[in-house]
């Protein structure tokens, strides 16, 4: 089992800044495919990015290129979100997901993803 606990969402105005992160604890972190996903209201949880279990790759969502960055400390066992230039469309409950093993050609289904956190609020104000 992994458990993993989001922090650092908040309110923002548009084009500001705000760093996301997620604590792992249970299993070694280092091997694991580490992602983010968010939900906005009535909408379906959707793929932000993600990182290997190393931090040599990251991938990340077409609407979130150049503006969020993912980064991983596996001495300290985090993920971190780095979202510049955020946008009132940004606006969700935030998820950190942990893999064993991830297929890139899958990686943006919510289903192939076997541990979640519980979520962060983040709230960008136009």
């Known amino acids: 089992q992994v458990q993993l606990v989001e922090s650092g969402g908040g309110l923002v105005q548009a084009g500001g800044s705000l760093r996301l992160s997620c604590a792992a604890s249970?299993?070694?972190?280092?091997?694991?495919?580490m992602s983010w996903f968010r939900q906005a209201p009535e909408k379906e949880r959707e793929f932000v990015g993600a990182?290997?279990?190393?931090?040599?790759?990251?991938y990340y969502a077409d609407s979130v290129k150049g503006r969020f960055t993912i980064s991983r400390d596996n001495a300290k066992n985090t993920v971190s979100l780095q979202m510049n230039s955020l946008k009132a469309e940004d606006t969700a409950v935030y998820y950190c997901a942990a893999s064993g093993y991830i297929n890139t050609a899958t990686m943006r289904r919510t289903d192939v993803w076997d541990y979640w956190g519980q979520g962060t609020q983040v709230t960008v104000s136009s």
């Open positions: 249970g299993r070694t972190f280092s091997d694991y495919v």
């Open positions: 990182i290997s279990s190393r931090g040599s790759y990251t």
